[in-house]
T-cell receptor, first 116, second 112 residues
Framework: AQTVTQSQPEMSVQEAETVTLSCTYD???????LFWYKQPPSRQMILVIR??????QNATENRFSVNFQKAAKSFSLKISDSQLGDTAMYFC?????????????FGTGTSLTVIP | SAVISQKPSRDICQRGTSLTIQCQVD?????MFWYRQQPGQSLTLIAT?????????ESGFVIDKFPISRPNLTFSTLTVSNMSPEDSSIYLC?????????FGPGTRLTVT
């Protein structure tokens, strides 16, 4: 079975600063995807960034980037130039391929607060 | 990408009653997923709904409590039956498309 661990239940960062959210996972699979999702207080779950396990290059989306360490099974999210709108719950997720149903696993989430 | 809508967005229900939540997707998808998110918690998969077959339920969830319909490739319903206060949660519909998982806005259910 796959497990996803987020060891930081809550974090805060000053506006315009950089913050890193941690995620580790455990799997014996070799073919999978990793995701970071954001859930603002309005609760719509939004995909922030995706990483394919077969790619060595770390994914980047504007101010969001990941540090993917496959051997260490680590997948951290770095948010640069934090903005007030980044305040949300962040979930790390693992998807085994092929996704035939219950192959999507979430971490317990990190509540991030951006302080003005 | 996929755009998912859910109805109702929120409801307050009496103990012992049932509520049916609707999920509509703007694309045809093979699998639709129903999740529960209890306050301050992560998401827990309730069941996977495939069009034309019975839904597959995860451990701890049963069809009598959470019957699901999947009449076509863009629509599904989840019913929360014989509700108790422990069923107070957010219920989210989700689909998998092009190696991404998309989520609806959720239905916030409060049982009194």
């Amino acid at each position: 079975a796959q497990t996803v661990t987020q060891s930081q239940p809550e974090m805060s960062v000053q506006e315009a600063e950089t913050v890193t959210l941690s995620c580790t996972y455990d799997t014996s699979e070799n073919n999978y995807y990793l995701f970071w999702y954001k859930q603002p207080p309005s609760r719509q779950m939004i995909l922030v960034i995706r990483q394919e396990a077969y790619k060595q290059q770390n994914a980047t989306e504007n101010r969001f980037s990941v540090n993917f360490q496959k051997a260490a099974k680590s997948f951290s999210l770095k948010i640069s130039d934090s903005q007030l709108g980044d305040t949300a719950m962040y979930f790390c997720a693992f998807m085994k391929l092929p996704n035939t149903g219950n192959q999507f696993y979430f971490g317990t989430g990190t509540s991030l607060t951006v302080i003005p | 990408s996929a755009v998912i809508s859910q109805k109702p967005s929120r409801d307050i229900c009496q103990r012992g009653t049932s509520l049916t939540i609707q999920c509509q997707v703007d694309s045809q998808v093979t699998m639709m997923f129903w999740y529960r998110q209890q306050p301050g918690q992560s998401l827990t998969l309730i069941a996977t709904a495939n069009q034309g077959s019975e839904a597959t339920y995860e451990s701890g969830f049963v069809i009598d409590k959470f019957p699901i319909s999947r009449p076509n490739l863009t629509f599904s319903t989840l019913t929360v039956s014989n509700m108790s206060p422990e069923d107070s949660s957010i219920y989210l519909c989700s689909v998998s498309l092009s190696y991404e998982q998309y989520f609806g806005p959720g239905t916030r259910l409060t049982v009194t």
